[in-house]
């Protein structure tokens, strides 16, 4: 069953530092997304990009995030300076359809600023 | 007013008993309503997916909606320790063809052999 991978698992990094999160959606699937949740707090959406561009971003997605697909099969969301709390749990979620399509989630990058 | 919430429970049954999970919900233009399940640590996992009110069964799961109450709930029959997540309600607000997922709290559940 195709399935939705992402890299690295566990990511710790200093204050300041850029990270990249790497993201493999279903294949066939259009429509990309990407969350976070704070330990113990609700998942809340960051982003979502179509057709090579954002379609939506939510306040927390400042000028520190970025989002790009590279290439056929990555998505990426990059922190440019990295703070304490950013850190959190980043999903990446893909769908096949959009305001109707069912989104699937990745594992999940348990990202840590120290 | 949060536009969906959820008891954050924890809520824990015995082994085969029947479980029901709610949520409620302020935006009336939710048309569409999901339950994830997540373990602990790892991704949400969507379990239904449903869109008119009244009852959607799947094996053990039955997903009902009520929108003229602005009510979802989600019922597990005859549970299994491996049910022992946390249940998500999720629905999407839809701009230009994209969704944005909105989250309830999560409901931890365990069932205990």
């Known amino acids: 069953e195709p399935e939705v991978t992402q890299t690295p698992s566990h990511q710790v990094t200093q204050m300041g530092q850029e990270v990249i999160l790497r993201c493999v959606p279903i294949?066939?699937?259009?429509?990309f997304y990407w969350y976070r949740q704070i330990l113990g707090q609700k998942v809340e959406f960051l982003v979502s990009f179509y057709n090579n561009e954002i379609s939506e971003k939510s306040e927390i997605f400042d000028d520190q995030f970025s989002v790009e697909r590279p290439d056929g099969s990555n998505f990426t969301l990059k922190i440019r300076s990295t703070k304490l709390e950013d850190s959190a749990m980043y999903f990446c979620a893909s769908s096949g359809a959009g305001g109707t399509g069912m989104q699937y989630f990745g594992p999940g990058t348990r990202l840590t600023v120290t | 007013q949060k536009e969906v919430e959820q008891d954050p429970g924890p809520l824990s049954v015995p082994e085969g008993a029947i479980v029901s999970l709610n949520c409620t919900y302020s935006n009336s233009a939710f048309q569409y309503f999901m339950w994830y399940r997540q373990y602990s640590r790892k991704g949400p996992e969507l379990l239904m997916y449903?869109?008119?009110?009244g009852n959607k069964e799947d094996g053990r799961f039955t997903a009902q909606v009520d929108k003229s109450s602005k009510y979802i709930s989600l019922f597990i029959r005859d549970s299994q320790p491996s049910d022992s997540a946390t249940y998500l309600c999720a629905m999407p607000a839809v701009v230009q063809g994209a969704q944005k997922l909105v989250f309830g709290q999560g409901t931890r559940l365990t069932i205990n052999p």
């Open positions: 449903t869109y008119s009110s």
């Open positions: 294949s066939n699937h259009l429509y």
